[in-house]
């Protein structure tokens, strides 16, 4: 196991965007993007290099649409996301802001003890659009990718609602 290799949940946006390279270039992670795909009608090799230019050394797709996602919608996602995690010998993964709580601790502890939750979005410095901005001129990703920001994600419980028991899928780029 990498001591600094981390699974991001990545949404293409500025914020999971800007997250990515504060984890790689303030943090000293090794970042892993993962996107979940639940229909969002996404262009999967711009999210890729959304990705790969924000810091990412990796981007996986976590294909939920054509498949299952079991009982809770959540806690599949983030049983999926610690999957990849232990597949990929990280040592943390970071939720996005809907994702983690005492509900997500509670299950890391259950399914994965040995991975540690990383809470970016409470600790990074850097909130302000225009900090936002700056930080990624800084660090020579083109602002006008992060941006560009498109709604990618859905409310989970319609998606839960709406796709009713599908198996998950991995896709790795």
Request: include cysteine; charged fraction near 25%; glycine fraction near 4%.
């Amino acid at each position: 196991m990498n001591e600094k290799k981390i699974v991001l949940e990545y949404t293409g946006g500025m914020d999971t965007s800007v997250i990515s390279k504060w984890l790689e270039a303030e943090q000293g992670y090794e970042v892993i993007a993962a996107y979940y795909n639940y229909g969002q009608q996404a262009d999967i090799a711009e999210l890729k290099k959304k990705a790969l230019l924000a810091g990412a050394k990796k981007f996986c797709v976590i294909d939920l649409e054509k498949n299952r996602v079991d009982i809770q919608c959540k806690e599949s996602i983030q049983r999926e996301l610690t999957a990849l995690a232990q597949i990929e010998g990280a040592t943390c993964v970071a939720f996005t802001q809907t994702n983690v709580g005492s509900s997500t601790e509670a299950l890391m502890a259950e399914i994965a003890p040995e991975l540690n939750i990383v809470e970016p979005f409470e600790t990074c410095w850097i909130q302000s659009r225009e900090d936002q901005v700056e930080f990624l001129k800084k660090h020579h990703v083109p602002v006008g990718i992060a941006q560009k920001e498109q709604v990618l994600r859905n409310d989970f419980s319609a998606f839960c609602d709406w796709h009713k028991r599908r198996d998950v899928n991995w896709i790795k780029y």
